[in-house]
C-alpha cells in the first residue's frame, strides 16, 4: 500500500483490491464453518497464498525491485520468525495456570524481547539499531520543535 501510494498508483492498488478483496471474502465464508477460529486460519492462509502475487503485481510497474524489498524485510521477517517459534515453544508454559488475557501479555512481552534480541543479533544488528535510534531522536527533536509558520 505504501508503495502504491508513494509512487501514485491507486489505479493499480484499486486493480489488485478487485482480485484481494473477494478472495478475502472467499476466506471468510470458507472458514466461518469453522467458527471465529476457521475464519482467522482461513483469512492467514489467504494472506499467505496472496503475498506473492501481491509483491508480484505491485512490483511489476515499480522502479522497486523484488532484491531491494527483500533486503529492506529480511531482518524483521528473521527475527519474527524466531521469537514466534519462542513463544509457540514456551506457549504451555506460558498458558499454564494462567487466565487468558494474563497468557495473551505473557505471549506478547515475550516475543517482543526475544524479536528485539534477535534483530539486533543478526549481522549488521547493532548498527542497524544505532541508525533506527538516531532517525527516532532526529524525528522527536523535530517534533519538539515549535512551528516556524507565520499567521
Known sequence: ??????EGRAPDQF???LIYTPAMVLAVFTGGRGGAYGVA???AAGNWLLAGPA???????????ASDLLQVVARPTAASAVAALAVLTFRPWLTRGHLEPIALALGAVGFAMVYVVSWT???GGIGEAT???RMIRAAAAH?????????
Do not use: D, H, I, M
Open 121 to 123: 543479533v543478526l549481522p
Open 55 to 65: 509483491v508480484w503485481f505491485c512490483l511489476r510497474r515499480s522502479p522497486v525491485r
Open 131 to 133: 541508525r533506527v535510534g
Open 15 to 17: 486493480r489488485w483490491g
Open 41 to 43: 486460519l482461513a483469512v
Open 143 to 151: 517534533e519538539s520543535r515549535p512551528s516556524q509558520t507565520k499567521p
Open 1 to 6: 500500500n505504501w508503495l502504491y501510494l508513494a
